[in-house]
């Protein structure tokens, strides 16, 4: 009885540690850059869209950034592009108006971080819904 007691807690611990693997190998890890925040927020049927951008000391620049924002049909209801920096700070935001109340947006970003010579490319997106009232 002892031991499939034993099996039964060292099989729970195999899956919980496995789990906890897998959701950490889901955050993405960027070796030139510090920080990526993309901002999504709404006012009335107005998005605004944000980027926070900030590459690693020694950073160079940032090049080659394209921010999108598409509906929930994959629709691109705004669209930026050649976003870039001279250093190792990019911080933009943009709006789009005339939205649908209630409709679920999100928003792209993508760019290059040089650094050292090297061009590390970095993404991330972000969900949102434009509220009803």
Do not use: Q
């Amino acid at each position: 009885m002892k031991i499939k007691r034993l099996i039964s807690v060292l099989l729970s611990l195999a899956v919980m540690i496995g789990t906890a693997s897998i959701v950490t190998a889901a955050e993405p890890r960027y070796s030139d850059t510090d920080t990526l925040d993309i901002i999504l927020t709404f006012s009335g049927t107005t998005a605004y869209c944000t980027v926070n951008l900030t590459g690693a000391s020694n950073t160079d620049s940032i090049t080659d950034g394209h921010l999108t924002l598409k509906d929930s049909y994959g629709t691109v209801v705004g669209e930026w592009t050649d976003l870039k920096s001279s250093n190792s700070k990019l911080v933009v935001t943009k709006s789009v108006s005339g939205l649908t109340k209630g409709e679920t947006y999100t928003l792209y970003f993508s760019a290059y971080v040089n650094r050292n010579g090297n061009s590390e490319y970095v993404s991330d997106k972000k969900p949102g819904t434009c509220p009803k009232k």
